[in-house]
């Protein structure tokens, strides 16, 4: 009978050790024996490689006979096969950032951006599953944990578990309903035009509220003229009243039927979160960004990039990093409003 390797590395292991058996008594030099432990242990290796490749081939005539039969329920079976690989991916890697982050004492915003942005979209991800989860506690709550997820995905499923078409039309979804807000929040805008102070400032968000309502789309100068009126009364982070931070929750896919503090401290880190993203976007460089990053990153700031070409793409991103490299963490105000007055009118007809 051959002996496999790992029949070989026990008995290897027990020779060592002087047991009866092993030596012979004249001499102490170890002796090759087929032992009982070491055929056992080959008999059972192989059984679980056996037992591996049967499964492996069940779950392959499984698989094939979804694909067959049940052409639609194969597709939600095979993403969420896909998702769940991609979420313990991100689990992993979010665990390793975290590590890193508490061994060598290093903040959220110094992180490499790539890293960065794994750590922030995972958090967004389990805070969203975290209703889905309690729902399923209470005994025999999983048929109608699954029944919901069927008929509500947008709603309760993170990301990972969309298919690919779903991807495009909840995204296209969310940002109908940033759309919707637009207007409005340009309104806004223009209804606090006479409580800012300086007369400069007040003629700087005139002209350039007017412009963005009239269609056009506003210049990296004309934006930044307006820059200092986020930092402060009235439309700073800090002193927006709690109608003007509900329109722009929409902006963040935010619920705006929260309490104003919570609305303002939500608000406050998501935008922090983009302002960092920022800082770290600068010092990689957009051009080591590939064109799904780049998609990635335009939609986070409000941009749709499904009708937009890669190039218009980097091109907007670039305006928009113009205007965040500057800016002091009391000014991110300024970026949740840039959503609006940025890519309201990109591209300009």
């Not at 090759?32 to 059972?44: E, F, G, K, N, P």
């Not at 210049?219 to 009126?229: E, G, L, P, Q």
């Not at 749709?304 to 990093?321: A, D, F, G, K, V």
């Amino acid at each position: 009978m051959a002996l496999c390797k790992r029949g070989v590395q026990c008995c290897l292991t027990l020779c060592n050790y002087p047991f009866h058996g092993f030596f012979t008594s004249a001499s102490s030099t170890p002796r090759l024996t087929y032992s009982r432990l070491s055929v056992l242990s080959c008999r059972h290796y192989s059984l679980s490689q056996g037992r591996l490749g049967i499964l492996q081939k069940a779950n392959e005539k499984y698989e094939r006979f979804l694909q067959h039969r049940f052409p639609q329920l194969y597709i939600l079976y095979n993403t969420f096969v896909k998702g769940f690989r991609l979420l313990l991916r991100d689990m992993r890697e979010t665990r390793r950032i975290q590590m890193k982050m508490l061994s060598k004492d290093i903040p959220l915003r110094q992180l490499p951006y790539r890293e960065m942005e794994t750590f922030i979209m995972f958090r967004k991800d389990m805070l969203k599953a975290i209703p889905l989860v309690l729902i399923s506690i209470p005994p025999f709550a999983i048929v109608v944990v699954f029944a919901l997820m069927y008929l509500f995905p947008r709603q309760l499923l993170i990301r990972h578990l969309w298919t690919p078409q779903q991807q495009t039309d909840f995204q296209g979804l969310y940002h109908d309903q940033r759309c919707r807000h637009h207007g409005e929040i340009l309104k806004a805008l223009a209804w606090i035009i006479p409580q800012v102070k300086q007369w400069t400032l007040r003629s700087h968000l005139l002209n350039l509220c007017s412009k963005v309502q009239s269609g056009a789309h506003p210049s990296v100068k004309d934006i930044n003229a307006v820059r200092s009126v986020f930092s402060g009364h009235p439309l700073g982070i800090t002193a927006m009243d709690s109608g003007h931070m509900r329109l722009l929750c929409s902006q963040l896919l935010l619920t705006p039927w929260l309490p104003g503090f919570l609305i303002r401290r939500r608000l406050k880190a998501r935008a922090l979160d983009v302002f960092y993203l920022d800082q770290a976007l600068v010092a990689l460089g957009q051009g080591q960004l590939t064109d799904e990053e780049i998609h990635q990153a335009c939609y986070l700031r409000g941009l749709n990039p499904s009708t937009l070409s890669p190039s218009q793409c980097r091109e907007w991103l670039l305006q928009w990093l113009q205007l965040s490299t500057p800016l002091k963490e009391s000014e991110t105000s300024f970026l949740l409003h840039n959503m609006v007055l940025l890519s309201v009118n990109y591209p300009e007809p």
